[in-house]
C-alpha cells in the first residue's frame, strides 16, 4: 500500500516548485516540459483533473479508458500510472483485465483489417445502417 500511495503522489498533479524555469506543475512531467512551451503543457497538465470531472465519467472509469489508451499505445510509463490510478479509484483486477483484453481485441481486429487492406469504404457502408 506504501508504493501505491507513494506512485500515486507522483501521478496526481500537484502544485510544487521547481528548478529549470519552472515555478510550479506536475511533478515528472513538468520539468520534462520545453520553455520554448511557455508553461503551456503543465497548464494542460494542471487542468486534467477538471477534464475528468466534466467528462461525464467517474473516476474509475476514465482510468480504465487512458488504461485501455495506453495499452494501446504500448506505453509502459502510462500503463503502469493507470492501472495504479484504476485500482486507487475502485477498479478490481478483473476489470483491469478485462480492459486488457478489449484493448487487444481492438488491435488484432485492426491489424488484420489493415494488413488484408479491407475496403473501408465497404466498412462504412456496414456501420451506416
Known sequence: MRKLTIILFLLFPISVAFGGGHSKGHPILTPLEPMAME??????LMNEANFQKGSGFDAKTF???????????????CILAHTALAKAAGA????????????????INS???????????????????
Open 63 to 77: 482510468q480504465l479508458i487512458s488504461l485501455a489508451a495506453s495499452a494501446g499505445m504500448k506505453c509502459e510509463y
Open 92 to 107: 478490481t483486477d478483473e476489470e483491469i483485465k478485462s480492459v486488457a483484453m478489449m484493448a487487444g481485441l481492438i488491435a
Open 39 to 44: 508553461g503551456k503543457y503543465t497548464e494542460m
Open 111 to 129: 491489424t488484420m483489417l489493415y494488413a488484408n487492406q479491407y475496403d473501408i469504404e465497404e466498412l462504412k457502408k456496414m456501420f451506416s445502417k
